[in-house]
């Protein structure tokens, strides 16, 4: 592994956070960590800013990314003094990218002028129009959340910070991928977008959360959104797992998503106290790498035989099943942390959003085909609009819809959505 092929996720809050959404995955850090205040300290911040942009030191670019808990409650003299230890530590030539994850609902004016100056990339958690994103991401006293989330967003705005749509697709919202699309572009104007599949296993049960979206409802909500992105957005908004397929049509190995890469352990996770585990979805105390406080580097637990091994288990425990499979090259299995399903070859190891993954990637074959000839050429991927419009042009108004949905072409993705200005 090259010193500047990974990146790892700072978890400046650990398990705290404002807000107190029935799908979050960091409450159970709070059994790793009992009685912690879950503040990073001083020595570990800088002693992690050091050695990430030391083992980088031959990269033009490095990425810096908070995420939580909630990182905005750290309070912003902790991102001051992050912007100051930059400045100091960063190696000759180097620029260094702030990203920060929030669900948005503590930013004002102060955040948004300090975001702004050092050209932070935020990324908002926001799970759909009101009742969707309502459902389940409600404050500590079970209180409903968009509104403040929206208050979050117009500081944004206001202040020219850039910023992507980060959504949960779950029970709530996994039957309306065209409608939260819409809402995500339209109503917010979001021009990068990520949907992240809620996938909660029930204790040590093959079994997930009735929170959990199902597979055949994420296959359909992605269809849904694709169809109309497709058609209207190539170019202009960027869907992140749409890019990553367009990648493996187009036969790249390096892709956005480490779900759908061939191998993974390039995304390892740091906890407030120093701890570094190999993937923020694996912070368990069996996937404990060392602690950078404590006489281990990033780059010398980035490269240890335990993490590569780690990193080649998700290719090296794919099932046979999967392996014979027509979509492997753009699914490889998913995340390892949900194969917890059965193959009906009866092997272990099947992800849970299988029958999804196939049904997307199936769906979208001709036009990523079509994209990526384009792309070969020299020439633009939205011309795959035109390549639509000509197909549609002879679909009638009660023809089934090209998602698959039940409703009739005219009454889905053949009729034009209202428009309205972003709020």
Request: with cysteine; hydrophobic share 35%.
């Amino acid at each position: 592994m090259a010193p500047s092929a990974f990146h790892v996720m700072a978890k400046p809050t650990g398990a705290i956070c404002n807000l107190d959404c029935e799908y979050c995955f960091f409450l159970s850090k709070e059994q790793l960590y009992p009685g912690s205040g879950f503040r990073m300290e001083s020595h570990v911040h800088e002693a992690y800013l050091d050695q990430l942009l030391s083992a980088h030191a031959g990269a033009d670019e490095v990425v810096v990314a908070f995420q939580g808990g909630e990182p905005t409650m750290m309070g912003l003299e902790f991102f001051r003094r992050t912007m100051e230890l930059e400045e100091k530590l960063r190696r000759p030539g180097q620029r260094v990218l702030n990203t920060l994850q929030t669900n948005g609902t503590l930013l004002d004016d102060e955040w948004g002028e300090f975001l702004r100056e050092h050209d932070f990339l935020v990324g908002l958690s926001v799970d759909g129009p009101r009742p969707m994103h309502d459902f389940y991401r409600v404050d500590k006293a079970g209180k409903p959340t968009f509104d403040r989330v929206m208050r979050g967003l117009d500081v944004l705005r206001e202040h020219h910070v850039d910023w992507n749509a980060l959504t949960t697709v779950n029970a709530a919202n996994g039957d309306h991928g065209r409608e939260v699309y819409i809402f995500l572009r339209d109503q917010l104007g979001a021009r990068f977008v990520q949907f992240i599949p809620v996938v909660e296993r029930e204790s040590a049960r093959d079994v997930a959360s009735p929170r959990s979206v199902s597979a055949g409802q994420y296959g359909q909500f992605l269809v849904e959104a694709f169809e109309e992105w497709v058609r209207h957005d190539v170019g202009k908004v960027f869907v992140q797992v749409f890019d990553t397929a367009l990648a493996h049509w187009l036969g790249m190995d390096q892709v956005g998503m480490c779900v759908h890469a061939r191998t993974c352990g390039s995304a390892l996770a740091l906890e407030h106290n120093g701890d570094v585990y190999s993937c923020d979805h694996y912070v368990e105390q069996e996937h404990l790498l060392g602690n950078i406080a404590q006489g281990c580097t990033l780059l010398e637990l980035a490269n240890s035989p335990r993490q590569r091994a780690f990193g080649r288990a998700k290719v090296d425990s794919l099932p046979d099943y999967c392996r014979r499979c027509d979509v492997r090259f753009a699914c490889n299995g998913g995340c390892p942390k949900d194969r917890f399903l059965t193959t009906p070859d009866g092997e272990p190891g099947l992800h849970y959003l299988c029958e999804g993954y196939r049904r997307f990637f199936r769906h979208i074959d001709k036009p990523m085909r079509v994209m990526a000839d384009l792309l070969r050429r020299g020439e633009e991927p939205g011309g795959v609009r035109e390549w639509y419009a000509e197909a549609d042009a002879g679909r009638r108004r009660n023809d089934p819809c090209t998602c698959g949905s039940a409703n009739t072409w005219q009454r889905c993705h053949g009729g034009k959505p209202e428009r309205k200005e972003a709020v």
